[in-house]
């Protein structure tokens, strides 16, 4: 199915999430219709002259961490507010997911998601004509 499917697929608030352009498979991410734009944890997060960006993404965290190094241009920067109201700067870039049987070219934000239980956040932009969220469920995709 691909993201111009007229019928949008049921999912929960936790899914498995791949991103294939940075060869990154089922990473857990927690589906929030409160947030209006995606997000990933990024460390390493570094402007290059060349108009591109890189940064790591930990795929796996323990002691046998598994990191993944990309570069990639930047669509913009935009603020954005978190949940506890403060803005903050934040690089943003495209790249495609894949939930379930859909794939699409989607636009996430660059953050350090440290400090939450999930290291991926799908917001309601990345959503909206795809996905219907059963908020009682997880991974249903």
């Known amino acids: 199915m691909s993201a111009k499917s ?15 352009d940075w060869g990154i498979n089922k990473l857990i991410a927690k589906i ?3 947030a209006k734009t995606s997000s990933i944890h990024a460390e390493n997060i570094v402007e290059r002259e060349d108009g591109q960006i890189e940064f790591d993404i930990i795929t796996r965290i323990g002691h046998d961490n598994k990191i993944v190094h ?35 070219e989607i636009e996430i934000t660059l953050t350090s998601r440290k400090k939450m239980l999930r290291r ?5 932009t990345t959503l909206a004509n795809s996905f219907i ?3 009682s469920q997880k991974h249903l995709a």
């Not at 690089?91 to 495609?96: A, G, I, L, R």
């Not at 991926?120 to 309601?124: A, M, P, T």
């Open 6 to 20: 007229s019928t949008p697929i049921t999912i929960g608030w936790l899914e498995k999430v791949s991103f294939p």
């Open 32 to 34: 929030d219709t409160g």
């Open 70 to 104: 990309i570069v990639c241009p930047f669509t913009r920067k935009t603020s954005v507010r978190s949940s506890s109201g403060r803005a903050q700067n934040r690089y943003v870039v495209k790249t495609h997911m894949r939930l379930g049987g859909v794939e699409k």
């Open 120 to 124: 991926v956040l799908i917001g309601r």
């Open 133 to 135: 969220v059963d908020v």
